[in-house]
């Protein structure tokens, strides 16, 4: 009951959660730090961390890509779009 | 009296909403634009313990579960491994042979082939965890890491050096996605130029008019004097009515199980 509790307190505590995400940005596939990321986006009003993160990723192992313009930012250019898409759909979404 | 309903109040900051996520990236960009390497080495010196301290977690735990693995587990291992080595040895006997008769060769026509430092470097990220194919080794600038540098995994050639910070440096393996490589497909003593195509996690595709004689097998090379592998054939595709085809190959090593990656330096002495 009482790791349950905390357990609960932990995940409702956005530091926490950040802090997790920052680790998994380092520590995990950029695939699950992304997910874990837009899943906690419907849990926390205005997520900005899922473009840091996304930012942090390409600053880390980012590199210049002649198909991809040669933008060094590519995923955190893809990262708006989510970020607006998951907006829409959070604002459409009943709790 | 009228109330407002709650999903009718509109946001009082909109700029949280829209405008500051592109302001944020916008700023990044330009900072990123007129300091390149200022937000990347910063991002790596502070990724860098994190990096030591997830290696010497994995290392340590691998040791604890070899505690627990039976000793018959390990005797077939060591069996295995004892096989496969002699196996190389013997694959490998004439190979210094060759090397010297190859030297020797280059010499009598005047071409003598520098032979460049190499520094081994623990990589301490690699596909898939990053998105762009590239991996992260534990040596840099302060271990003479320049940008441009040859990365290699023994006699096999992988990669670029395409970042350098202080301790660390970031690999731009050449399977990377949209990236092109002249490469030479050695088919009966003939090196068949081709431009490999990267795909990704150490594959690549090249097209070749159909009449061109290439097997599964051969070996890719860079070319030079002093040919690198480069990777392996591994299929051919085409169709009876296809002009062209289509030719897959891969790395000689698989750049997900590399613990470790040799940077040749082409600037020695500097």
């Known amino acids: 009951m009482r790791i349950a509790t905390t357990a609960r307190v932990l995940f409702s505590s956005r530091w926490c959660i950040d802090i997790l995400l920052l680790l998994c940005a380092f520590w995990a596939p950029w695939w699950l730090t992304l997910l874990v990321a837009s899943l906690f986006f419907f849990v926390f009003d205005r997520f900005l961390e899922l473009l840091l993160l996304s930012l942090l990723i390409d600053l880390l192992y980012g590199t210049a890509r002649a198909h991809l313009f040669n933008v060094t930012f590519a995923l955190s250019f893809c990262a708006v779009p989510l970020y607006f898409f998951l907006t829409l759909i959070r604002h459409r979404m009943r709790f | 009296m009228n109330y407002h309903l709650i999903r009718s109040v509109k946001s009082k900051s909109k700029l949280w909403g829209v405008e500051l996520p592109a302001l944020f990236l916008a700023v990044v960009t330009l900072f990123h634009f007129f300091f390149p390497s200022a937000l990347g080495g910063f991002a790596s010196k502070v990724a860098l313990p994190l990096w030591g301290a997830e290696r010497s977690i994995a290392e340590e735990f691998s040791a604890f579960l070899a505690y627990f693995s039976s000793k018959k587990t390990l005797q ?19 190979r210094d042979l060759l090397v010297q008769e190859n030297e020797a060769l280059k010499e009598q026509f005047g071409r003598t082939t520098k032979k460049n430092e190499r520094i081994i470097g623990a990589i301490l990220v690699a596909p898939p965890r990053s998105p762009y194919d590239t991996a992260i080794l534990d040596i840099g600038e302060q271990n003479g890491v320049a940008v441009g540098d040859r990365v290699l995994a023994g006699s096999a050639v992988l990669g670029l050096v395409s970042k350098v910070y202080t301790h660390t440096s970031q690999v731009e393996f050449f399977s990377t996605a949209g990236r092109e490589t002249p490469v030479g497909i050695l ?48 299929s051919i595709e085409t169709t009876a009515t296809d002009s062209f085809a289509h030719v897959r190959f891969k790395n000689p090593v698989s750049i997900f199980s590399l613990r470790f990656l040799e940077v040749e330096r082409t600037s020695v002495g500097e």
Do not use: C, N, W, Y
């Open chain 2, 76 to 94: 077939a291992d060591v069996e295995k491994l004892s096989d496969e080595l002699a196996h190389a040895h013997e694959l490998l006997l004439d």
């Open chain 2, 187 to 234: 088919h009966e003593g003939r090196a068949i130029p081709a431009d490999a195509a990267g795909q990704g996690g150490g594959e690549f595709t090249a097209t070749l008019p159909k009449e061109t004689e290439v097997s599964v097998k051969d070996s890719v090379i860079m070319p030079g004097l002093s040919p690198l592998l480069f990777a392996v054939v591994e």
